[in-house]
């Protein structure tokens, strides 16, 4: 029985389910794949002809190929429709088979989402932007948590996008439709996405933060290639002592030379893991190096004299020819043994990303996109002396910091430096941050 004066609460009203949002669907329907000189031609004509914004995208093979070439264009302008370009069709690349179609959009702007993933196949076909809007990037400036196209789509336009086809083999020929569908939604809404973005960019007063981004973006070029790529192998960590790098070194070098001439991603020709055993074990004969585990793969029977090859000749180098310990830099050492090797630098570090934490939530900007991490990096390796804000505001030029970025950081970075301790005996010594130099080949 219920207590005198209890009552019963009243029944809840049952949530209502959010209505699914709308699956995104070709407005213009599929067009034919360009893949002739003359189809290209009318391309040209029609892109030239519309007017606005250009959206493009490319589909490269990652996980397929050795090579990050585009193995399909996606572009969509008012006026012009969607257009879909098969280049494989025009050569191999690099080559300026796209480049008329370049000019024809040259004045306009060019949209992509995540644009550092597609300038590089896109410049290999002659296509470089003179103006340029990120969406992702834009996204990450208006600091929203999930920026993947499909995402921001979905929240920002009401459109849910497939996803079915996002790790496809883009370089299978014929292409199926569904792919080439898939293909083509990725520039349906792109335009729409971009001026609702530019419209918020002008709302949170990050709209010239953005075309600084963008510029700088559309004028950049190749990426310099990495300092011993190899030493990038998965599980290279459990390899001990100079010859076992050694092994790993010509390992993946004779691999990598492989992957290339077949046009295939390395892991297909042989697996990290099989590279790291094959180091561990150092085997002394062919028939010892088909034995191991890693090694009864396809690839690596198939390739097994190369590969034996490689041992013999990390196994017959001079000891002044082994690899050092510990990788080269191209900069200052990981931060991670400053505070035992380094601890004024370490000091400075931690005062320097505190402020450049505290000052992203101010401006409501993830950190990394405040200031690059390498960029605070190598300032509180080798900070300017004085720490005058004039002084902060060159050395953050010189690391690639935009305008606005130094605008926002330079001072109060100036401030964090100059009330940071000074070195001690400790912190001075071979690529110590006292004398400013690239970190010594004992920093691991």
Not at 91 to 103: I, Q, R
Not at 323 to 334: F, W
């Amino acid at each position: 029985m219920s207590a005198p004066h209890e009552q019963t609460p009243p029944a809840q009203e049952p949530v209502a389910e959010a209505a699914p949002k709308p699956l995104l669907e070709l407005r213009d329907g599929l067009s034919p794949v360009v893949s002739t000189p003359a189809a290209l031609d009318r391309a040209v004509a029609a892109f030239a002809a519309g007017h606005g914004p250009v959206a493009l995208d490319a589909e490269r093979a990652s996980g397929y190929r050795y090579s990050q070439r585009a193995y399909l264009v996606q572009m969509r302008r008012a006026g012009a429709g969607t257009l879909l370009i098969d280049p494989a069709t025009f050569g191999d690349v690099p080559n300026d088979s796209l480049l008329p179609l370049a000019e024809a959009i040259r004045d306009a702007e060019w949209v992509i989402h995540a644009a550092s993933q597609d300038l590089a196949c896109l410049a290999e076909l002659g296509m470089r932007p003179a103006q340029l809007f990120d969406t992702e990037l834009a996204g990450r400036l208006l600091n929203y948590p999930r920026v993947g196209l499909a995402v921001m789509v979905e929240d920002l336009l009401g459109y849910r996008m497939r996803k079915e086809h996002s790790a496809v083999d883009w370089s299978k020929r014929p292409l199926p439709e569904p792919w080439l569908v898939y293909a083509a939604l990725d520039v349906e809404l792109l335009l729409e996405l971009r001026d609702e973005l530019a419209r918020q960019l002008e709302e949170a007063g990050k709209a010239d933060w953005a075309r600084q981004e963008f510029a700088a973006w559309a004028q950049m070029g190749p990426t310099a290639p990495r300092i011993d790529p190899w030493r990038r192998t998965s599980g290279m960590h459990r390899v001990r002592g100079r010859r076992g790098l050694a092994f790993v070194r010509e390992m993946w070098r004779t691999r990598d030379a492989l992957a290339r001439k077949r046009d295939v991603t390395p892991s297909r020709i042989l697996p990290d893991a099989a590279i790291v055993e094959a180091a561990q074990e150092t085997p002394t004969s062919r028939t010892a190096l088909s034995e191991l585990a890693g090694f009864a793969t396809r690839g690596g029977q198939r390739y097994l004299r190369d590969f034996y090859a490689a041992a013999l000749a990390a196994g017959e180098l001079a000891d002044r020819e082994l690899p050092p310990l510990s990788p080269r830099y191209d900069g200052p050492p990981p931060p991670r043994n400053w505070a035992a090797k380094h601890p004024v630098a370490a000091d400075r570090l931690a005062r320097c990303r505190a402020a450049v934490s505290a000052l992203a939530v101010e401006h409501d900007l993830p950190q990394e996109n405040l200031l690059a991490p390498d960029v605070v990096r190598r300032l509180a390796w080798t900070p300017p002396k004085p720490p005058s804000v004039e002084h902060v505001v060159a050395t953050l030029a010189a690391l690639g910091a935009r305008p606005w970025q130094r605008e926002l950081t330079a001072a109060t970075l100036a401030d964090v430096l100059a009330a940071a301790p000074t070195v001690s005996p400790a912190d001075v010594g071979p690529g110590s941050c006292a004398d400013g130099a690239v970190g010594d080949s004992s920093e691991a």
